[in-house]
């Protein structure tokens, strides 16, 4: 059984015209490709509810996408565009800060003022977090989560080809979205609708949320063909008392945690190896990789060469996820953000591939 793996070792050939464009006509009509056993079930989404027991717990990410894509000009007339990363002060008194990357032909100077769509402006005042980092540190004229709300596009993955739409808008965003701050949705929740979650709740199965804002670096590629020299973006996260105390219930009546999504997991997992103090994490999980949490995943398909490759293989083995891939191609399953599902369940014991 290997042992250790590189960049490659996570790559697959994936045809075009299986990245999902646009959603499906309606949240829980995709597909669900279950991967908990050796032979993997194709299944449609809706089928959930039977596949799961009483007792069991969802625990979904009820972070908010916010339209963190702004455009506007240089003095010089020069283009450029902005995608959001982290709100650093919203308020007045504290100077509308933001952490954002910047795409522009030319770096403006640190003290540049840029006029932006809308009619506000952006103050640059260097690079962040430190004097050398990847991102960029503006003052906007007024609150940016407002001005976001006005003026700014929904930040579609970069695989998405068509400008934001009033759908995009509306599908693009859970339907429990509780607090703005992700610049990418939590794809997996995508498929849930108040129907499904009712369903759910009749059969038994239980429900707590964490919150992790979801940032740009999830599409960052990763460069080094030794994945440990990789190194992970930080993204804000909290888990709450209650889902603490959800999931410690759940592990004492022998239920199973599932995490919807890998950002879910993300934060489940640091909670439970940093402390409940930590509300930062650039944990990277990769195979070897010891859950303390998560019993089974739900959650879409990812990038080849991906940080999420090695997490669903962390979780459910490296040769097992290349072969669900396989098969999921095979039969033409939708891929990414707008795509199908799959259900997962941790190795046992833990991944130690």
Request: with cysteine; proline share 7%; charged share 20%.
């Given at each position: 059984?290997?042992?250790?793996?590189?960049?490659?070792?996570?790559?697959?050939?994936?045809?075009?015209?299986?990245?999902?464009?646009?959603?499906?006509?309606?949240?829980?009509?995709?597909?669900?490709?279950?991967?908990?056993?050796?032979?993997?079930?194709?299944?449609?989404?809706?089928?959930?509810?039977?596949?799961?027991?009483?007792?069991?717990?969802?625990?979904?990410?009820?972070?908010?996408?916010?339209?963190?894509?702004?455009?506007?000009?240089?003095?010089?007339?020069?283009?450029?565009?902005?995608?959001?990363?982290?709100?650093?002060?919203?308020?007045?008194?504290?100077?509308?800060?933001?952490?954002?990357?910047?795409?522009?032909?030319?770096?403006?100077?640190?003290?540049?003022?840029?006029?932006?769509?809308?009619?506000?402006?952006?103050?640059?005042?260097?690079?962040?977090?430190?004097?050398?980092?990847?991102?960029y540190r503006f003052r906007f004229s007024s609150d940016p989560?407002?001005?976001?709300?006005?003026?700014?596009?929904?930040?579609?993955?970069?695989?998405?080809?068509?400008?934001?739409?009033?759908?995009?808008?509306?599908?693009?965003?859970?339907?429990?979205?509780?607090?703005?701050?992700?610049?990418?949705?939590?794809?997996?929740?995508?498929?849930?609708?108040?129907?499904?979650?009712?369903?759910?709740?009749?059969?038994?199965?239980?429900?707590?949320?964490?919150?992790?804002?979801?940032?740009?670096?999830?599409?960052?590629?990763?460069?080094?063909?030794?994945?440990?020299?990789?190194?992970?973006?930080?993204?804000?996260?909290?888990?709450?008392?209650?889902?603490?105390?959800?999931?410690?219930?759940?592990?004492?009546?022998?239920?199973?945690?599932?995490?919807?999504?890998?950002?879910?997991?993300?934060?489940?997992?640091?909670?439970?190896?940093?402390?409940?103090a930590c509300n930062d994490t650039n944990i990277f999980i990769?195979?070897?990789?010891?859950?303390?949490?998560?019993?089974?995943?739900?959650?879409?398909?990812?990038?080849?060469?991906?940080?999420?490759?090695?997490?669903?293989?962390?979780?459910?083995?490296?040769?097992?996820?290349?072969?669900?891939?396989?098969?999921?191609?095979?039969?033409?399953?939708?891929?990414?953000?707008?795509?199908?599902?799959?259900?997962?369940?941790?190795?046992?014991?833990?991944?130690?591939?």
């Amino acid at each position: 059984m290997k042992t250790h793996f590189s960049l490659s070792d996570f790559d697959f050939t994936l045809p075009e015209e299986l990245i999902a464009q646009h959603p499906a006509a309606e949240r829980s009509a995709s597909r669900l490709l279950d991967g908990r056993e050796s032979t993997p079930v194709d299944r449609r989404f809706a089928d959930l509810p039977g596949l799961l027991a009483p007792g069991d717990l969802l625990v979904f990410n009820d972070t908010k996408v916010v339209k963190a894509r702004l455009f506007g000009q240089k003095a010089s007339g020069g283009k450029l565009e902005l995608l959001i990363e982290r709100v650093l002060s919203p308020h007045a008194d504290e100077g509308h800060e933001v952490a954002a990357h910047m795409k522009v032909s030319k770096k403006p100077q640190p003290g540049a003022v840029l006029q932006m769509e809308g009619g506000f402006t952006a103050t640059l005042l260097g690079r962040w977090p430190h004097d050398d980092g990847p991102l960029y540190r503006f003052r906007f004229s007024s609150d940016p989560y407002a001005l976001m709300a006005q003026h700014g596009h929904v930040p579609l993955p970069p695989y998405i080809t068509h400008g934001d739409s009033a759908e995009d808008e509306r599908r693009y965003q859970t339907v429990f979205a509780k607090h703005p701050g992700a610049v990418a949705a939590p794809t997996a929740a995508l498929h849930f609708d108040e129907a499904m979650l009712a369903q759910l709740a009749e059969r038994g199965v239980e429900r707590a949320s964490v919150t992790l804002h979801v940032g740009a670096g999830t599409f960052q590629p990763v460069k080094t063909e030794t994945i440990a020299e990789h190194t992970m973006h930080f993204e804000r996260f909290e888990v709450p008392p209650a889902t603490h105390e959800a999931v410690a219930a759940c592990k004492a009546r022998g239920g199973r945690v599932v995490a919807v999504g890998t950002t879910t997991v993300r934060a489940l997992e640091s909670a439970a190896q940093f402390g409940p103090a930590c509300n930062d994490t650039n944990i990277f999980i990769t195979p070897g990789f010891e859950f303390k949490v998560v019993d089974l995943l739900l959650t879409n398909f990812h990038l080849p060469k991906s940080t999420l490759m090695m997490l669903v293989s962390a979780l459910s083995g490296h040769a097992h996820i290349m072969a669900l891939y396989q098969h999921a191609i095979a039969q033409r399953y939708r891929f990414f953000s707008y795509g199908d599902a799959m259900l997962l369940a941790r190795q046992t014991p833990p991944a130690s591939v």
